[in-house]
T-cell receptor, first 114, second 111 residues
Framework: EAGVAQSPRYKIIEKRQSVAFWCNPI?????LYWYQQILGQGPKLLIQ????????DSQLPKDRFSAERLKGVDSTLKIQPAKLEDSAVYLC????????????FGPGTRLTVT | EDQVTQSPEALRLQEGESSSLNCSYT??????LFWYRQDPGKGPEFLFT???AGEEKEKERLKATLTKKESFLHITAPKPEDSATYLC????????????FGAGTRLFVKA
């Protein structure tokens, strides 16, 4: 069974530029999550989708971050404009359902903002 | 405020030296508590789910337990390949089953 795919793996941009990350979840998984993991910290949930609807985006900085999940499968996370404090690893995860379901994570995208 | 705290931040063990990692939580309603392992440069890997106080789960040298306020991950006779960061996460019943992670415990096992 193929795991969660993410691209790119690494990205370096200057502050005020924009960047986009892509995620393809495990086939059949209805719930998709985006997390931000700053070095030395645990993952922080940014947004959670159930199929193509948003379940929770309370910690997403909506003035600069946006995310969509088209047709309930792939998802993209965008940052525009980026700030220095956005430097982190962005993890995508998926699960069969949203109720107490274990999550399967992709390898992440390491973003460096200079 | 919902919160997850893990201790210690780092733990250094000799091979074969058993120990425990702690995860204490304060949440308005617990749907499930999860343990994950994260190796450097990789995403977290699922280990266990615990749903109610008194529940225990085992896998090889790892055993997870749950009370109403905390969970423990017991590591018996660890090997160097057990070296990783162990993350605890809770799923709450507020706002659509939100997941909250702790900061993790970095485990180093020396041969």
């Amino acid at each position: 069974e193929a795991g969660v795919a993410q691209s790119p793996r690494y990205k370096i941009i200057e502050k005020r530029q924009s960047v986009a990350f892509w995620c393809n979840p495990i086939s059949g998984h209805a719930t998709l999550y985006w997390y931000q993991q700053i070095l030395g910290q645990g993952p922080k949930l940014l947004i959670q989708f159930q199929n193509n609807g948003v379940v929770d985006d309370s910690q997403l900085p909506k003035d600069r971050f946006s995310a969509e999940r088209l047709k309930g499968v792939d998802s993209t996370l965008k940052i525009q404009p980026a700030k220095l404090e956005d430097s982190a690893v962005y993890l995508c995860a998926s699960s069969l359902g949203s109720y107490a379901s274990e999550q399967y994570f992709g390898p992440g995208t390491r973003l460096t903002v200079t | 405020e919902d919160q997850v705290t893990q201790s210690p931040e780092a733990l250094r063990l000799q091979e074969g030296e058993s120990s425990s990692l702690n995860c204490s939580y304060t949440v308005s309603g617990l749907r499930g508590l999860f343990w994950y392992r994260q190796d450097p440069g990789k995403g977290p890997e699922f280990l266990f789910t615990l749903y109610s106080a008194g529940e225990e789960k085992e896998k090889e040298r790892l055993k997870a337990t749950l009370t109403k306020k905390e969970s423990f991950l017991h590591i018996t006779a660890p090997k160097p390949e057990d070296s990783a960061t162990y993350l605890c996460a809770v799923q709450t019943n507020t706002g659509g089953f939100k997941t909250i992670f702790g900061a993790g415990t970095r485990l180093f096992v020396k041969a």
